[in-house]
């Protein structure tokens, strides 16, 4: 399993940012995946979930109306579109295989939202 995020930065409040999942070593279109991250001084958080279609897509509270989840299956690539980012969203952001457990997941990518 190889997950390898990108397009994370610097990005001052109300700008946006997209995440990119380069997904590999595994049958992508079978999995659900998980966009989680994690907080300077706090522990991981899921952020947004969805389902191998695509169809299905969740989102935890604070993010809600802000993220957009999607996939692209023929590309074995995960998105997280990231508007109206808020200082809260800083932190290191994980591609994660599947739910309910962050145990694969990638390396992370740093979002930064500060003015």
């Known amino acids: 399993v190889q997950l390898v995020e990108s397009g994370g930065g610097l990005a001052q409040p109300g700008e946006s940012l997209r995440l990119s999942c380069a997904a590999s070593?595994?049958?992508?279109?079978?999995?659900?995946m998980t966009w989680a991250r994690q907080a300077p001084g706090k522990g991981l958080e899921w952020v947004s979930r969805?389902?191998?279609?695509?169809?299905?897509?969740e989102y935890v509270g604070s993010v809600k109306g802000r993220f957009t989840i999607s996939r692209d299956n023929a590309k074995n690539t995960l998105y997280l579109q990231m508007n109206s980012l808020k200082p809260d969203d800083t932190a290191l952001y994980y591609c994660?295989?599947?739910?309910?457990?962050?145990?694969?997941r990638g390396q992370g990518t740093q979002v930064t939202v500060s003015s």
């Open positions: 070593g595994f049958a992508f279109s079978s999995y659900a």
């Open positions: 994660v295989k599947g739910w309910g457990s962050y145990t694969n």
């Open positions: 969805i389902s191998t279609s695509g169809r299905t897509t």
